[in-house]
């Protein structure tokens, strides 16, 4: 589900539910939808961990450390062209003596607080780019306007947004749930609270049987 479908599902849910509990709907702008995106979307990627981001970094000769975004959370995959790079210890690359090449190996590290991804050898071609595959941490979408979430972004007016949701199709329902129920309290609409827990307990299972969650790490660049 495209994000904009997302967000009309939800608004249009939430219309519904006013109406069944004969009360009147709040008007919801962009930058609330967006941090309740981000409220639900931290639930689901901390129960689940099935969430895959990707970020492209071009080499430049002779330069072994890149800044990493403050998003990242745990590397899972490091390719330059079709070499898979292998994780080593931070001890490890500072025991080895200088050399340019291609690189083979990364570890990570932080330079006045940036994170960064030290690459060894030091690159010595240009030719191919990096990317890095990682799982993010909660704080995915920011509610300004002005710049563009993980998830795509507002448009130049900031009125509309755009993009996909990253997540499998498996986990609308999920989402459509999780933003509705920030808009009751629980004894107000506890349906909608019971069955958020219940959507989210039968997606626990499926995992936990063995179900496969297909998600396409291309989307996240």
């Not at 689901?44 to 975004?69: A, E, R, W």
Request: include cysteine.
């Amino acid at each position: 589900m495209l994000l904009q479908e997302l967000v009309d599902a939800f608004k249009k849910k939430y219309q519904l539910e006013c109406f069944k509990l004969s009360i009147k709907p709040m008007l919801i702008g962009d930058k609330l939808t967006a941090l309740m995106l981000s409220e639900v979307v931290g639930d689901i990627q901390k129960t689940f961990g099935v969430m895959q981001l990707s970020l492209s970094k071009d080499i430049v000769v002779g330069t072994d450390k890149y800044d990493l975004t403050s998003s990242v959370m745990e590397i899972e995959n490091v390719k330059i062209g079709t070499t898979t790079l292998v994780k080593k210890s931070v001890e490890w690359l500072q025991e080895q003596n200088a050399q340019s090449g291609n690189p083979v190996y990364y570890t990570l590290i932080n330079q006045n607080a940036i994170p960064q991804i030290w690459l060894y050898p030091n690159p010595n071609s240009a030719d191919n780019g990096m990317i890095i595959y990682y799982k993010p941490n909660s704080n995915y979408y920011s509610p300004s306007s002005t710049e563009a979430g993980d998830f795509g972004d507002y448009g130049i007016a900031g009125t509309e947004f755009s993009g996909n949701t990253v997540f499998p199709a498996q986990y609308d329902k999920l989402m459509l749930l999780g933003l509705v129920k920030q808009l009751f309290a629980r004894q107000q609409n506890q349906d909608i609270h019971i069955n958020y827990e219940k959507e989210k307990s039968l997606l626990l299972v499926k995992q936990f049987n063995g179900e496969k969650f297909d998600y396409d790490p291309e989307w996240g660049e």
